[in-house]
């Protein structure tokens, strides 16, 4: 995910949302509106960040408009319009987003909630313990595979049961092992 210089511009935070435009997973566009929360609400879910360690849930707070929680209509946006999608649709569309476009949402509900340059150092962070991760599993992967391709050391002689082939140190001990004569 390229992470731009701003997530949010000073517009979107005069108007309060973002409109995100998204590639779902068949490749079509789509549009997410990241709605921005009030200064309260922004302190209470940093407190839930700082107790659950995580920031999953924001996501999906930021897609329901500020006044469908306080009553207003599903799918009304914070100037009186409709949003791109209701609340209950845009995070069901979360499913079908691809994961570079999904990925630039939690971003943007992140920095909704701490901030542009916060939300930059946390997605660095992520990328980073990511490629640490996948680095560590292609290295553990290619150790193992390149073991399992490479042939075992010394000649093939058959296991007790017959069945399969074991290795011997050398072509020695396979003549003195009755078990190789079959």
């Given at each position: 995910?390229?992470?731009?210089?701003?997530?949010?511009?000073?517009?979107?935070?005069?108007?309060?949302?973002?409109?995100?435009p998204v590639l779902r997973l068949d490749g079509s566009p789509?549009?997410?509106?990241?709605?921005?929360?009030?200064?309260?609400?922004?302190?209470?879910?940093?407190?839930r960040i700082a107790l659950d360690g995580g920031f999953e849930?924001?996501?999906?707070?930021?897609?329901?408009?500020?006044?469908?929680?306080?009553?207003?209509?599903?799918?009304?946006?914070?100037?009186?319009?409709?949003?791109?999608?209701?609340?209950?649709?845009?995070?069901?569309?979360?499913?079908?987003?691809?994961?570079?476009?999904?990925?630039?949402?939690?971003?943007?509900?992140?920095?909704?909630?701490?901030?542009?340059?916060?939300?930059?150092k946390v997605v660095a962070a992520s990328r980073e313990k990511?490629?640490?991760?996948?680095?560590?599993?292609?290295?553990?992967?290619?150790?193992?595979?390149?073991?399992?391709?490479?042939?075992?050391?010394?000649?093939?002689?058959?296991?007790?049961?017959?069945?399969?082939?074991?290795?011997?140190?050398?072509?020695?001990?396979?003549?003195?092992?009755?078990?190789?004569?079959?």
């Amino acid at each position: 995910m390229d992470t731009p210089k701003d997530l949010l511009t000073a517009a979107d935070v005069d108007q309060g949302y973002h409109d995100e435009p998204v590639l779902r997973l068949d490749g079509s566009p789509a549009t997410i509106r990241i709605h921005l929360p009030t200064w309260r609400v922004r302190q209470k879910l940093g407190e839930r960040i700082a107790l659950d360690g995580g920031f999953e849930f924001l996501l999906v707070h930021c897609l329901i408009p500020p006044d469908s929680r306080s009553g207003g209509g599903p799918g009304r946006a914070a100037d009186g319009g409709s949003s791109p999608a209701g609340p209950f649709e845009s995070e069901l569309m979360l499913d079908k987003l691809a994961p570079e476009s999904l990925n630039r949402c939690f971003a943007l509900a992140m920095a909704a909630v701490i901030g542009n340059d916060l939300a930059k150092k946390v997605v660095a962070a992520s990328r980073e313990k990511v490629a640490l991760g996948l680095a560590a599993a292609l290295s553990a992967t290619g150790s193992a595979s390149s073991a399992a391709a490479s042939p075992p050391d010394g000649p093939q002689t058959p296991l007790p049961d017959g069945t399969g082939a074991g290795s011997s140190s050398s072509p020695a001990s396979a003549k003195s092992n009755p078990s190789s004569e079959t």
